[in-house]
């Protein structure tokens, strides 16, 4: 069991930059892949990033390709998501997402159905 909590969230221009963080705690998170989805209103949840357990595979909605960058700290237990030239439509509520995985280089999953814990979310909002 792996507990995840989400942070970093709030609101900012357009083209401004935020980085949100997911601490997990419970089981070692780095027998975890690890993914970074949003839902924003009215849509269904989506996949924006993902990352290997061993932080050396990384994988990205071409919506955010470019601008997003997935990274680890197994040593803290922490992922990000470093988020830079935002746009109105990144807003949404950001979910951070585990996996477990047997290997620690295993191209990460952006299927959803595949993540087993999920964090509560932290809210992004990007004013234009």
């Known amino acids: 069991q792996v507990q995840l909590v989400e942070s970093g969230g709030g609101l900012v221009q357009a083209g401004g930059s935020l980085r949100l963080s997911c601490a997990a705690s419970g089981r070692t998170s780095s027998s975890y892949q690890m993914g970074w989805f949003r839902q924003a209103p009215g849509k269904e949840r989506e996949f924006v990033a993902a990352i290997s357990r061993s932080g050396q595979a990384t994988r990205y909605a071409d919506s955010v390709k470019g601008r997003f960058t997935i990274s680890r700290d197994n040593a803290k237990g922490t992922v990000y998501l470093q988020m830079n030239s935002l746009k109105p439509e990144d807003t949404a509520v950001y979910y951070c997402?585990?996996?477990?995985?047997?290997?620690?280089?295993?191209?990460?999953?952006?299927?959803?159905?595949?993540?087993?814990?999920w964090g509560q979310g932290t809210q992004v909002t990007v004013s234009s």
């Open positions: 997402a585990a996996k477990a995985s047997e290997y620690r280089s295993t191209y990460p999953d952006d299927n959803q159905s595949s993540y087993g814990y």
